[in-house]
Each structure stands twice: as structure tokens, then as C-alpha cells.
């Protein structure tokens, strides 16, 4: 397989939690099975994900450029390049782009997630706080 960044593959996630997934290897866009996902999440400054665990999946975070923080369980991490987080299955995590240029990390999931679940989510999250908003 080969996959190469192309930003019209990008998954774009509404405010609050602005930001652009990139699907790399995924059940749903490689070539032959898989047992693990990667995808590229990037935020621009003072963008967040929300705060959020994946109950079935380990997650794993590796910082590419930029700089935030980022959360795991009860810890607050600083998130520089060539460092990396893992939240375990139920495990809460966040990350927020505190830095003045784009954050970027490659997010590895096993068992891996989809494309379309990961649209699905982030979808599902924004919703979310539009309903907190509303009230």
C-alpha cells in the first residue's frame, strides 16, 4: 500500500472542534486487510478535539510538527514534535494546539477505526456542543 497526502481526502471537522482529519490506512481505504489505522489530525492554533475516549481501542498520538497539550486520564502532557501519547481503551484524552502554527499527529488505532466512523464521531461531537450551547 501507499498512501500520500491529499487534502481533498481530508475529513474537516466543524467549530468548535475545528480541525482536518486525513485518512492514511484504514480498513476502508487500504488495499488489503489491516488490524490497526493511521490517520493525520491537524489543528490550527487554539484548536481543540474534544475531550473523548474510544471504549473497544487503544489510540496512540505521535506529534509530527507544532505544539499543544494534551491529556490523558488525569496527566497533562506537553505535545512537541517527535513525542507521543497513548490513551487506553476508555481511557479520556484531548488535545489542544497551543502553539501559532498547525499541529500535527499521526493517529494509530488498534483495532483500527474507520474513515467513516471517525466522521461520524467528530460529527456526533459537534453536535454535541451545539446542543450544550443552546440550552
Given amino acids: 500500500m501507499y498512501f500520500v497526502y491529499d487534502p481533498a481526502r481530508g475529513i474537516p471537522v466543524d467549530k468548535p472542534y475545528q480541525r482536518v482529519m486525513m485518512p492514511y490506512m484504514m480498513p476502508d481505504t487500504a488495499s488489503c486487510p489491516?488490524?490497526?489505522?493511521?490517520?493525520?489530525?491537524?489543528?490550527?492554533?487554539g484548536s481543540q478535539v474534544d475531550e473523548h475516549c474510544h471504549e473497544?481501542?487503544?489510540?496512540?498520538?505521535?506529534?509530527?510538527?507544532?505544539?499543544g497539550l494534551a491529556s490523558v486520564g488525569d496527566q497533562i502532557y506537553k505535545l512537541e514534535e517527535?513525542?507521543?501519547?497513548?490513551?487506553?481503551?476508555?481511557e479520556l484524552h484531548c488535545i489542544k494546539n497551543t502553539g501559532s502554527e498547525m499541529l500535527r499527529c499521526l493517529c494509530i488505532f488498534?483495532?483500527?477505526?474507520?474513515?467513516?466512523?471517525?466522521?461520524?464521531?467528530?460529527?456526533?461531537?459537534?453536535?454535541?456542543?451545539?446542543?450544550?450551547?443552546?440550552?
Avoid: K, Q
Avoid at 34 to 42: A, G, K, M, N, Y
Avoid at 114 to 135: I, K, N, P, W
Fill in 82 to 90: 517527535n513525542s507521543m501519547i497513548a490513551a487506553a481503551p476508555g
Fill in 56 to 67: 473497544d481501542a487503544l489510540e496512540v498520538m505521535y506529534c509530527v510538527s507544532g505544539c
Fill in 34 to 45: 489491516i488490524d490497526f489505522s493511521v490517520h493525520l489530525t491537524e489543528w490550527r492554533p
Fill in 110 to 135: 488498534s483495532p483500527p477505526t474507520t474513515a467513516e466512523d471517525l466522521r461520524r464521531r467528530a460529527e456526533a461531537a459537534v453536535e454535541a456542543s451545539r446542543e450544550d450551547y443552546s440550552d
